[in-house]
């Protein structure tokens, strides 16, 4: 095998205007997989304890995994790992769309920045030709304009452009890195790292196949994998109606975020769910990332009204509630121009969302602030999409939101913080995690703060025959498929960060195997092997995603987290839930102590202070990492 059959990994020094190559090699591959494996290794290499996220110090990791690009079903997805400006944590963020699959095609695997350029630039890559290009004409433009310059630029009318837009330039500590106009790197702040090292933009154009070790073994996995999609149940709703096709069921179960989480209850639901977009005419055309059957994604336009010529990728299940019934608004089609904005403007939805309905709980509570002319109150789409322009480009109260609802409660105060629905400084997405309590753990342990997409524990629901199987497997009883209970949660969240892990460090989108379940461990296990030309068995590739969890966790150690950072947000932890007294409705530490203790035994964690032990660290070929930490005073006795 060749070395570059893995693509290589290119190094830009943004600082020295200085690109270096060096391979990923299949020793890198069977200690990482890849992606957010291999990324999380840099990052403890490269960005040393209390770095500040927007300093040039930070890094900026793009990393694809070795089945992105290939023609394996949903195997579009990169993950992006730098320090994050929310939490000053580690964030990993995934994205799809194609971007991912074209870097594979120009025969890389990561690209890495560090520093920062002394003027807006772009990097350009044409297989193997990569240059540090000049970008001041680029800055400013939003990300549906930039993309357009550079395909207009280049006469490559398919160029593939990641890039941010003006909440990225202006340093907004929810500010996402676009991969197109609609694929989001969104959650924890990337777009503003990306920003502060001055770098608009990476367009790419790769003209290569992405080679595999084992071709014909891979093709028959490969087969096998797509027929399992065909015979799965669930993927077709999700391919008619999208993420929002589940909006209205949520909503019945009373678990629908609403008005800042005082409700999981959404009178309006039914205007703005995904049956709804579809049956209103809003829905222009169903899409899909590289090589996905399901195709999820979809763009909604406005045709006539105040908000006609609007149009964007999405609404997704999580804007429609974070700029929706969170906002108490029901109007579809500001939906859809708030989503737009979102989109070209560079913003991640939830924390937009959640910045404005804690402003609109702020005014509900009548405490005094300088609303900026503005009428913030439930359901006013002029006050959301005026917010949204204001928090992009850092104006008047918009300042004080972009940088999130943790630090906007600071400066509020008058007891705010009660209401700000954060943890480690994220923003919690649209999960009400008091009446879903693998969710609730899961998000409590979460490193980059509480949402859903480093360990989606969907099966609790048992919505499905495969989430009931899944629950069956690791349980050893389907009475667990069930989100009303707080037994044998740790397991259930155990065992999907493992399998989430291997899933994103291989390039999949997590949809394959934390949400319809056909993609199982041991078939990853096989694709990878295929695919590396290392023998990979299930248990080692569980064994893998543990290893890539221990880091991720050693990371936030290194930078001084403890146990008692993995909290949710205040109201979520202290109030119950209204109008649901037919079963468990709180998230206290009374309910889940028990539940982290449990879930730090079964890693080998310490339980008093949830840092990673020696013993844990070597049996993973961390002793490195393990020395470092003792060296600190952060390793457990
Ligand atoms: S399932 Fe949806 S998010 Fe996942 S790869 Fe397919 S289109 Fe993208």
Same mark, same amino acid.
């Given at each position: 095998?060749?070395?570059?059959?893995l693509?290589?990994?290119?190094?830009?020094?943004?600082?020295?205007r200085?690109?270096t190559?060096?391979?990923?090699?299949?020793?890198?591959?069977?200690?990482?997989?890849?992606?957010?494996?291999?990324?999380?290794?840099?990052?403890?290499?490269?960005?040393?304890?209390?770095?500040?996220?927007?300093?040039?110090?930070?890094?900026?990791?793009?990393?694809?995994?070795?089945?992105?690009?290939?023609?394996?079903?949903?195997?579009?997805?990169?993950?992006?790992?730098?320090?994050?400006?929310?939490?000053?944590?580690?964030l990993?963020?995934?994205?799809?769309?194609?971007?991912?699959?074209?870097?594979?095609?120009?025969?890389?695997?990561?690209?890495?920045?560090t520093?920062?350029?002394?003027?807006?630039?772009?990097?350009?890559?044409?297989?193997?030709?990569?240059?540090?290009?000049?970008a001041?004409?680029?800055?400013?433009?939003?990300?549906?304009?930039?993309e357009?310059?550079l395909?207009?630029?280049?006469?490559?009318?398919?160029?593939?452009?990641?890039?941010?837009?003006?909440?990225? $330039?202006?340093?907004?500590?929810?500010?996402?890195?676009?991969? +197109?106009? !609609?694929? *989001?790197? %969104?959650?924890?702040?990337? #777009?503003?790292?990306?920003g502060?090292?001055?770098?608009?933009?990476?367009?790419?154009?790769?003209?290569?196949?992405?080679?595999?070790?084992?071709?014909?073994?891979?093709?028959?996995?490969?087969?096998a994998?797509?027929?399992?999609?065909?015979?799965?149940?669930?993927?077709?709703?999700?391919?008619?109606?999208?993420?929002?096709?589940?909006?209205?069921?949520?909503? $019945?179960?009373?678990?629908?975020?609403?008005?800042?989480?005082? +409700?999981? !209850?959404? *009178?309006? %639901?039914?205007?703005?769910? #995904?049956?709804?977009?579809?049956?209103?005419?809003?829905?222009?055309?169903?899409?899909?990332?590289?090589?996905?059957?399901?195709?999820c994604?979809?763009?909604?336009e406005?045709?006539?009204?105040?908000?006609?010529?609007?149009?964007?990728?999405?609404?997704?299940?999580?804007?429609?509630?974070?700029?929706?019934?969170?906002?108490?608004?029901?109007?579809?089609?500001?939906?859809?121009?708030?989503?737009?904005?979102?989109?070209?403007?560079?913003?991640?939805?939830?924390?937009?969302g959640?910045?404005?309905?804690?402003?609109?709980?702020?005014?509900?509570?009548?405490?005094?602030?300088?609303?900026?002319?503005l009428?913030?109150?439930?359901?006013?789409?002029?006050?959301?999409?005026?917010?949204?322009?204001?928090?992009?480009?850092r104006?008047?109260?918009?300042?004080?939101?972009?940088?999130?609802?943790?630090?906007?409660?600071?400066?509020?105060?008058?007891?705010?913080?009660?209401w700000?629905?954060?943890?480690?400084g994220?923003?919690?997405?649209?999960?009400?995690?008091?009446?879903?309590?693998s969710?609730?753990?899961?998000?409590?342990v979460?490193?980059?703060?509480?949402?859903?997409?480093?360990?989606?524990?969907?099966?609790?629901?048992?919505?499905?025959?495969?989430?009931?199987?899944?629950?069956?497997?690791?349980?050893?009883?389907?009475?667990?498929?069930?989100?009303?209970?707080?037994?044998?949660?740790?397991?259930?969240?155990?065992?999907?960060?493992d399998?989430?892990?291997?899933?994103?460090?291989?390039?999949?989108?997590?949809?394959?195997?934390?949400?319809?379940?056909?993609?199982?461990?041991?078939?990853?296990?096989?694709?990878?092997?295929?695919?590396?030309?290392?023998?990979?068995?299930?248990?080692?590739?569980?064994?893998?995603?543990?290893?890539?969890?221990?880091?991720?966790?050693?990371?936030?150690?290194?930078?001084?987290?403890?146990?008692?950072?993995?909290?949710?947000?205040?109201?979520?932890?202290?109030?119950?839930?209204?109008?649901?007294?037919?079963?468990?409705?709180?998230n206290?530490?009374?309910?889940?102590?028990?539940?982290?203790?449990?879930?730090?035994?079964?890693?080998?964690?310490?339980?008093?202070?949830?840092?990673?032990?020696?013993?844990?660290?070597?049996?993973?070929?961390?002793?490195?990492?393990?020395?470092e930490?003792?060296?600190?005073?952060?390793?457990?006795?």
């Open positions: 095998m060749s070395m570059s059959m693509g290589d990994i290119l190094l830009v020094d943004l600082t020295n200085k690109i190559k060096r391979p990923y090699t299949q020793e890198l591959a069977n200690q990482y997989i890849g992606c957010r494996g291999y990324n999380v290794a840099l990052l403890w290499e490269m960005v040393p304890q209390g770095t500040d996220p927007l300093s040039p110090e930070n890094v900026l990791i793009f990393g694809t995994g070795p089945l992105t690009g290939t023609s394996a079903p949903s195997s579009g997805r990169i993950s992006i790992t730098t320090k994050s400006p929310a939490t000053n944590l580690y990993k963020t995934n994205v799809g769309g194609a971007w991912g699959g074209e870097i594979r095609f120009a025969g890389y695997s990561y690209i890495v920045f520093g920062k350029a002394d003027q807006p630039v772009y990097l350009w890559i044409e297989d193997d030709k990569v240059e540090i290009r000049n001041q004409h680029l800055w400013g433009k939003d990300v549906r304009a930039t357009h310059i395909q207009q630029e280049t006469g490559y009318g398919d160029l593939k452009v990641a890039c941010i837009g003006p909440a990225g $330039e202006n340093l907004v500590r929810f500010a996402a890195i676009m991969c +197109s106009n !609609y694929n *989001a790197a %969104a959650r924890g702040g990337a #777009g503003a790292v990306m502060s090292k001055n770098l608009k933009a990476i367009a790419v154009r790769g003209t290569q196949p992405v080679e595999v070790a084992e071709p014909a073994r891979f093709k028959e996995l490969i087969d994998a797509w027929e399992l999609y065909h015979v799965q149940s669930g993927a077709l709703n999700t391919h008619i109606y999208g993420t929002s096709g589940s909006l209205s069921a949520v909503n $019945e179960m009373h678990i629908l975020p609403t008005y800042n989480f005082q +409700s999981g !209850y959404f *009178a309006d %639901a039914n205007k703005i769910s #995904g049956e709804a977009l579809v049956e209103q005419g809003y829905l222009k055309r169903r899409v899909g990332c590289y090589s996905c059957p399901m195709s994604h979809r763009y909604s406005v045709k006539k009204g105040k908000y006609a010529g609007s149009y964007t990728g999405g609404p997704e299940y999580e804007t429609f509630s974070a700029l929706g019934s969170g906002c108490g608004l029901s109007d579809i089609e500001a939906i859809i121009r708030a989503n737009e904005l979102c989109n070209i403007y560079g913003l991640d939805t939830i924390s937009t959640s910045v404005i309905q804690w402003a609109m709980e702020c005014n509900q509570r009548e405490l005094e602030f300088d609303r900026d002319g009428n913030i109150a439930w359901g006013n789409a002029d006050a959301v999409i005026k917010l949204i322009e204001k928090i992009t480009y104006q008047g109260f918009g300042n004080i939101l972009a940088d999130g609802v943790k630090r906007a409660s600071e400066v509020m105060g008058q007891n705010s913080e009660d700000a629905m954060q943890a480690k994220l923003e919690q997405s649209r999960v009400e995690t008091r009446s879903a309590y969710y609730a753990l899961a998000f409590m979460n490193p980059r703060g509480p949402d859903h997409l480093m360990t989606e524990t969907l099966a609790e629901f048992g919505m499905s025959p495969e989430m009931i199987d899944v629950i069956e497997k690791v349980t050893g009883d389907k009475k667990y498929a069930t989100p009303y209970t707080t037994e044998k949660r740790p397991e259930i969240v155990r065992w999907h960060e399998v989430y892990a291997i899933t994103d460090a291989l390039g999949l989108c997590a949809f394959t195997s934390t949400a319809q379940y056909y993609m199982t461990p041991k078939l990853m296990a096989d694709l990878f092997s295929a695919a590396v030309g290392i023998p990979c068995r299930e248990e080692k590739a569980m064994m893998l995603g543990k290893k890539i969890v221990a880091m991720e966790r050693s990371f936030n150690t290194r930078e001084g987290a403890t146990r008692l950072d993995d909290r949710l947000p205040k109201r979520l932890m202290t109030e119950p839930l209204k109008d649901v007294n037919d079963r468990p409705n709180i206290s530490l009374e309910v889940m102590g028990p539940l982290l203790d449990r879930y730090y035994e079964m890693h080998g964690w310490d339980v008093a202070s949830g840092r990673p032990t020696r013993k844990t660290l070597e049996e993973y070929g961390l002793k490195a990492w393990a020395d930490l003792e060296k600190l005073g952060f390793l457990p006795c």
